[in-house]
């Protein structure tokens, strides 16, 4: 039996081509190398805090074996989840892929008779393009985190996890709320404070009206039916806290099996995040508390390729994935391309082996080969994710270009044996014999002229190494 | 201690004078070293670029041809880091690949951690600046072993490279696959590389040098790359690293 994959904003033109226009677009690339390398420092400062004490390391191994444990019980941590939510008085709906969670989050929604909701920021819910899902059926969502809200203001994507407008500088920002953001005049500045005044009262007027909030979350702990969401801006709290109904969207990989697993992750996820000891706001909610926050609890745990991924031996490792885009910040190809190359809402380097993984590696062939394998993803991240070991895993599965694998089965062919290998080394220096007094090559023709665009390429010299060692009796 | 080099069939074909600094150095330092000529290439092109199974048959070649010796050394990190890192899980359950994956090393982590060097009586009285490549330092975990090396030659002025743990850029198949990405990557290499005035950029790969090096080469920009073990091998009596090299950023 194959397990379906999933649906939704996972897929977008191959790599290559969607990276181009994006390297050369100047602003673009000075937004990115200011705004990663802000959040690198910090991140390495209070990582380093824990490294000088020993303490990183044991940390990071907690982390992903209590992951490794999850992914091995899934299906009854799962039922075990759902069973203490609802005894707490939540409601849990499951759903296989996107279009199924969004048919029962905008059905929950038209149930309460509200045409508008407000938003938690929330992966789960841009994975399933959940508010197209529910303008198409009349249905206003209000992102209410800055950020967000500033993509969506923009009609635009996001391009970073934890910071969805990174591509956009404060200025591009000013000129978007004056345009598009209704009390905000001529007046604003592109203060970050000004800009952050201006959301927070646009925001805090939907705050204290609406009555239905949707969000995602960041951990769901089984033995307590529990939802966490982390954030940094209060809005979480607002959205989670103020309206009568709350619609949580979840991915099933964010169960944690006991509730003092959270002690591992809350250390681990705001210092490879933010780069903060901790983060300002941290909710907790176990169903229904009577007089106390919304009345109506419902979670939407989804599917969407995530069986699919978890069937995979080497590729599972992509589901302990806890969203902190310590990855993205690090990674030297997501610094010059940004988010929206990947054409996924998961970019980076997490993205390149979950993407593929939730879709089926033949709709997202390009996104394994998005990476050098130099391995500073792996290095960072806080559950140790073996990125590098998971893109060659994907190349392995990925669909084959048939000039590329008889090139490949040519090559293994001729290092099958010292004979046909000797006489490689001299079909290519005799091959090159022309160019040699040059000394490099500036043009080649395709596929090497992808090399030789900005690269010059040495010609081989007229000995070999080995040649050089018979000739000289053992190198003597 | 029998010790076999690793050429790496890209250095055989390409780079023959690293292959001899490394015998020079060696023997310089008291050390049988042998150069078994069934060698060819380790598979880390098949493997990476999702060939496994034509990468198998060239790991079991390389366990063939290296089995007898005590220690197996290699100029090139992202080679060494390909037979000790990615070979046990190629090849699963085999004594003997397992066994003589653990034996490879790199250059520097023989000379330090096996044989003990800390002098290795080079003489290279250059500006010289040090890329560590992404395998050796990630993979294998080199740490300054290599600069510690070079620290040690007479008359070399070591000037650190910023941003010096961010890749090339060059990844293998990803320069042509992803060239436009990779070009930038390099053009901020270079970028770094330039500001510290090196006459010479070293590093423990000479498929990242090639890499490097063709950028350098097509700005024109006075500055060549060149293997770290090529400068451990310098000797006084030596050409320096510019004499009779017109064209920038070649190896030789």
């Known amino acids: 039996m194959t397990i379906p994959h999933g649906s939704g904003n996972l897929v977008g033109l191959p790599f290559p081509t969607a990276a181009k226009p994006r390297v050369r677009d100047i602003g673009l690339r000075a937004n990115l190398r200011r705004a990663t390398g802000t959040i690198r420092a910090k991140r390495a400062a209070v990582v380093g805090e824990v490294e000088e004490t020993g303490d990183w390391e044991p940390l990071r191994e907690a982390g992903r074996a209590i992951k490794a444990r999850t992914m091995r019980h899934l ?3 799962l039922e075990r989840f759902e069973a203490k939510a609802t005894e707490a008085g939540a409601v849990v709906h499951w759903a ?3 279009g199924e969670a969004n048919r029962i989050v905008a059905d929950l929604i038209r149930r309460t008779g509200e045409r508008e909701v407000v938003k938690v920021k929330s992966m789960a819910t841009q994975e399933i393009g959940l508010n197209e899902a529910l303008a198409a059926q009349g249905i206003a969502a209000t992102e209410t985190d800055l950020a967000e809200l500033i993509v969506q203001l923009a009609g635009d994507e996001p391009s970073h996890i934890l910071v969805p407008a990174i591509h956009k500088n404060r200025s591009e920002i000013r000129e978007l709320f004056r345009a598009r953001m209704p009390g905000t005049d001529d007046s604003l500045t592109d ?24 969000s995602g979350a960041n951990f769901a702990v089984a033995e307590t039916g529990t939802l966490v969401v982390v954030e940094s801006e209060g809005n979480g709290r607002m959205c989670l806290t103020l309206p009568e109904t709350l619609i949580s969207v979840v991915g099933v990989e964010k169960i944690l099996p006991e509730f003092a697993d959270l002690e591992v992750f809350m250390q681990l996820l705001p210092r490879s995040s933010t780069g903060e000891r901790m983060n300002p706001y941290t909710s907790m909610w176990t169903g229904v508390t009577e007089g106390d926050g919304p009345s109506s609890v419902h979670i939407v745990l989804i599917d969407n390729g995530r069986s699919a991924t978890l069937a995979d031996e080497v590729g599972r490792q992509a589901l302990h994935c806890i969203r902190c885009s310590a990855c993205l910040n690090v990674c030297p190809v997501y610094e010059r391309t940004g988010g929206h190359a990947y054409g996924s809402v998961y970019p980076g380097p997490i993205g390149a082996i979950l993407s593929p993984q939730l879709t089926g590696i033949e709709a997202n062939k390009t996104l394994p080969f998005a990476s050098t394998l130099c391995g ?14 998971v893109l060659v895993h994907l190349r392995q599965e990925s669909p084959k270009n048939l000039a590329e694998k008889s090139a490949m089965g040519a090559a293994a062919w001729v290092m099958g044996s010292r004979r046909r290998y000797e006489a490689g080394l001299r079909a290519a220096r005799m091959g090159s014999f022309p160019w040699r007094a040059k000394g490099s090559l500036k043009h080649m023709p395709w596929p090497m002229s992808g090399w030789t665009s900005s690269r010059d390429l040495p010609v081989p010299p007229k000995e070999s190494f080995r040649d050089w060692w018979k000739r000289e009796g053992e190198g003597r | 201690m029998r010790i076999a080099l690793f050429i790496t069939c890209v250095n055989d074909l390409m780079f ?6 490394v015998v020079r150095l060696l023997r310089g ?6 150069f078994p000529l069934e060698q060819t290439c380790c598979g880390q092109m098949h493997a990476n670029t999702g060939y496994r199974e034509e990468a198998v048959p060239l790991v079991r070649r390389f366990a063939d041809v290296f089995g007898s010796y005590d220690a197996v050394v290699s100029p090139s990190g992202s080679c060494a880091a390909m037979v000790r890192d990615s070979y046990p899980g190629l090849v699963p359950r085999d004594d003997r690949v397992a066994s003589v994956s653990s034996r490879t090393y790199e250059l520097s982590e023989l000379l330090v951690d096996v044989l003990g060097v800390t002098d290795t009586g080079a003489y290279f009285p250059h500006r010289v600046t040090y890329h560590p490549t992404c395998h050796g330092l990630r993979m294998l975990g080199l740490g300054d072993k290599p600069l510690s090396l070079l620290r040690g030659v007479r008359g070399i002025e070591l000037a650190e490279l ?11 198949t990803f320069a042509v696959k992803n060239a436009e990405v990779s070009t930038a990557m390099l053009t901020d290499k270079c970028r770094n590389a330039l500001s510290t005035d090196a006459e010479v950029l070293a590093a423990a790969d000479n498929s ?17 790359v060149m293997h770290y073990a090529e400068i451990l091998a310098a000797r006084e009596h030596d050409l320096g690293p510019s004499a009779g090299h017109v064209d920038e950023g070649t190896l030789r």
Do not use: Q, W
Request: glycine share 10%; with cysteine.
């Open chain 1, 96 to 98: 296989r892929d996107a």
């Open chain 1, 75 to 77: 299906p009854e941590l």
């Open chain 2, 162 to 172: 910023p941003a010096a743990e961010e890749c090339c850029g060059f990844g293998g």
């Open chain 2, 208 to 224: 990242c040098l090639t890499h490097i090096g063709g950028g350098l080469s097509r700005m024109r920009a006075g500055m060549r």
């Open chain 1, 191 to 214: 203060e970050p404070r000004d800009l952050a005044e201006a959301a927070r009262k646009h925001l805090r007027a939907k705050f204290l009206s609406a009555k239905v909030a949707v």
């Open chain 2, 16 to 21: 023959p004078e690293t292959g001899k600094a």
């Open chain 1, 376 to 389: 500073a993803c792996y290095e960072v991240c806080p559950v140790k994710i073996n990125i590098p070991e």
């Open chain 2, 29 to 34: 330092l008291g050390h049988e070293v042998d």
